[in-house]
């Protein structure tokens, strides 16, 4: 990638990928069940109950734009980079990324049996997905909090959703 939006860009992954390597996730099973995964079997289980939920990131139009835009992305990225260092920092991030824009997307339908493949731009919407964050927290107040803190609840969306959780018996 070239321009602003590429060294912006890099710098988000960087950060992203060296708060991720660092992080050992942890078997989400056992949260669900209360157990704390690091104790030892002859110590007690220390109750650990959370959460996991996904923020979606939705911006208008216009405000997705500033990533690229030599004048405007420095403001743009300089506030996602410190949400991003916030959130990390607090150790309740299991997973996330940012997202390119709709105009790389492709989108697949099947229908009758056939695939229908579709490359964007799409129609025109009032807001972008941008990027997305799971989160592994005690409840849904907390992901709130959250998600009111990142720079897409000012402009555009943020929609917190429950991770679906792992089916009961059923291997990681």
């Known amino acids: 990638m070239d ?4 060294h912006s860009w890099q710098f988000f992954v960087r950060i992203f990928s060296k708060q991720m390597s660092k992080r050992v996730l942890p078997k989400r099973h056992l949260g669900v069940l209360g157990m704390n995964p690091g104790a030892n079997e002859h110590q007690s289980q220390t109750p650990n109950i959370h959460m996991q939920y996904t923020l979606l990131f939705a911006e208008p139009a216009e405000e997705f734009a500033k990533r690229d835009n030599p004048d405007l992305a420095p403001a743009y990225w300089g506030a996602w980079g410190s949400y991003v260092k916030a959130v990390e920092a607090s150790g309740i991030v299991v997973n996330g990324a940012g997202l390119q824009p709709p105009s790389t997307a492709t989108m697949l339908r099947i229908r ?8 964007g731009p799409y129609p ?5 997905l941008g990027g997305f964050f799971v989160i592994e927290v005690a409840n849904l107040d907390v992901a709130l909090e959250w998600a009111a803190k990142s720079p897409a609840a000012q402009s555009g969306s943020v929609e917190i959703r429950p991770v679906l959780p792992p089916p009961p018996n059923q291997p990681d």
């Open 3 to 6: 321009g602003i939006f590429g």
């Open 112 to 119: 009758d049996g056939k695939r229908q493949i579709h490359d």
């Open 124 to 128: 025109e919407s009032k807001e972008i």
